[in-house]
């Protein structure tokens, strides 16, 4: 096996192949007034997630743009890079995301055909070759990448059954992680439409109305009738459940028709948001207590400053987002986290306060910053305690299945990251290897 491996760059391999190594249009090719609600995805390095091109909020630029700049459109296979900032943040191109354009800030790896695309993909994850690339990055503050350091990141290649037979073994494991990766979007799904269903739409409510008889107000008219249209699929909850839910609607001046008994509140008496305190350390990955900051987590530490689970709604910073943690936590300064006043589910609290625009509740500060005033002026239908426990007991069930995926995606993970070193080395033999990913998928 060890002569069949070979010395090479990342430039003459691309080269060899009749590839291509080449940075993202320009700004003076591309401006901000190009971008359009629908068109052609922009790939920017916001979107290259654990190797793949995540889609979500993705940008777009107009068919005729992406036409005039055709030689940005990417194909199955090629691997984008981040030009700036976390220079080690890649993706490989799938047959669904061929045709989409890489951007501004990126740059673009077509392999060509003497190398295996999903196998290059592995290998440039290696911790060595991410290490060479941070290490001969431009900029001390901001790292740079440009075609000419990605063109000399060495590499040691096998003939291409081997590097067949590599992709594979570990492009199980990443399947099986992919796969459990969607079953959680799906779970989340179901978290949110049955928030939605009870606390937005008020589903059993309108239907015990309706088969109480009770008059439905004009407002909701155009939810009823949809309810009724359904049937037999309304798919009714429980007897248990349903009964805990009122059967008709009051009038409130702030937040229009109503369940009758639930209580109409401002946050400011539902919940205290407390600031998060400064911390050091926090990055050295030491500890198991996850610490958030204003758009999620940002490290480990040994102590918790909430002790139960909690929301953290971010203070400082453009994008300040609403997380939730099911375990104690620790929250930096540039962060809040609430304190509940009524006995409220934090699983519901997470989904009510992601309807509201955080970012748009600014103290007018240089920094933008979360004005603790305008969040306590925001008013919630509560439902009743029995209402939550019955909501988090169901939330919960959704949320245990997905830890579940959340530790089998761990666990491969880290059997594919120790596999990699092992069979690009040769210290590993492919059978060993696929025995190894056998075992674990049976036990997984």
């Not at 990055?137 to 590599?166: F, Y």
Request: glycine content about 8%; proline content about 5%.
């Amino acid at each position: 096996m060890e002569n069949e491996w070979e010395e090479i760059t990342l430039g003459q391999l691309v080269k060899a192949g009749g590839g291509i190594i080449q940075t993202g249009p320009f700004g003076s090719q591309l401006h901000a007034s190009d971008y359009v609600d629908q068109g052609i995805p922009v790939i920017m390095p916001v979107n290259l997630i654990d190797d793949r091109v995540n889609i979500s909020d993705i940008a777009k630029i107009s068919k005729h743009d992406a036409e005039r700049l055709s030689k940005h459109l990417v194909q199955s296979g090629d691997i984008v890079y981040s030009r700036r900032g976390d220079v080690t943040r890649k993706a490989l191109i799938r047959e669904a995301e061929a045709g989409m354009f890489c951007g501004t800030g990126c740059l673009l790896v077509r392999p060509g055909n003497h190398v295996n695309s999903q196998f290059l993909k592995y290998h440039l994850s290696t911790p060595e070759n991410q290490e060479w690339i941070i290490r001969h990055a431009i900029g001390a503050t901001m790292p740079n990448l440009n075609t000419s350091i990605l063109s000399k990141i060495p590499l040691r290649i096998p003939n291409i059954k081997l590097q067949d037979r590599i992709a594979a073994i570990l492009g199980t494991l990443d399947d099986k992680i992919e796969l459990n990766r969607q079953i959680n979007t799906t779970l989340e799904s179901m978290a949110q439409a049955l928030f939605k269903s009870w606390f937005v739409d008020f589903d059993p409510v309108i239907d015990n109305a309706l088969a109480a008889g009770h008059p439905i107000p004009e407002e909701l008219q155009a939810k009823a009738q949809r309810r009724a249209a359904l049937g037999d699929q309304r798919q009714p909850l429980p007897a248990e459940i349903q009964k805990l839910f009122p059967s008709s609607f009051v009038f409130n001046e702030e937040m229009g028709w109503v369940p009758e008994g639930w209580a109409q509140a401002q946050w400011r008496d539902i919940a205290e948001l407390k600031y998060g305190k400064s911390l050091k350390g926090y990055r050295d990955g030491n500890g198991s207590v996850p610490v958030f900051g204003t758009n999620g987590p940002v490290g480990y530490t040994d102590h918790a400053l909430c002790n139960h689970e909690g929301i953290i709604i971010g203070r400082k910073g453009a994008y300040r987002g609403v997380k939730y943690s099911a375990t104690p936590f620790f929250v930096i300064d540039t962060a809040f986290y609430i304190e509940p006043i009524l006995p409220i589910s934090m699983k519901w609290a997470y989904y009510e306060i992601s309807r509201f625009d955080i970012n748009s509740m600014d103290s007018g500060s240089a920094i933008p910053s979360t004005s603790r005033d305008d969040f306590y002026n925001l008013w919630s239908v509560v439902p009743s305690e029995t209402i939550h426990k019955e909501f988090d007991q169901l939330i919960s069930l959704l949320y245990k299945r997905r830890e579940i995926n959340e530790s089998e995606n761990a666990t491969l993970s880290l059997l594919r990251d120790s596999l990699l070193p092992k069979l690009l080395s040769g210290q590993l033999q492919i059978p060993d290897a696929e025995a190894a990913v056998e075992n674990a998928l049976e036990t997984s």
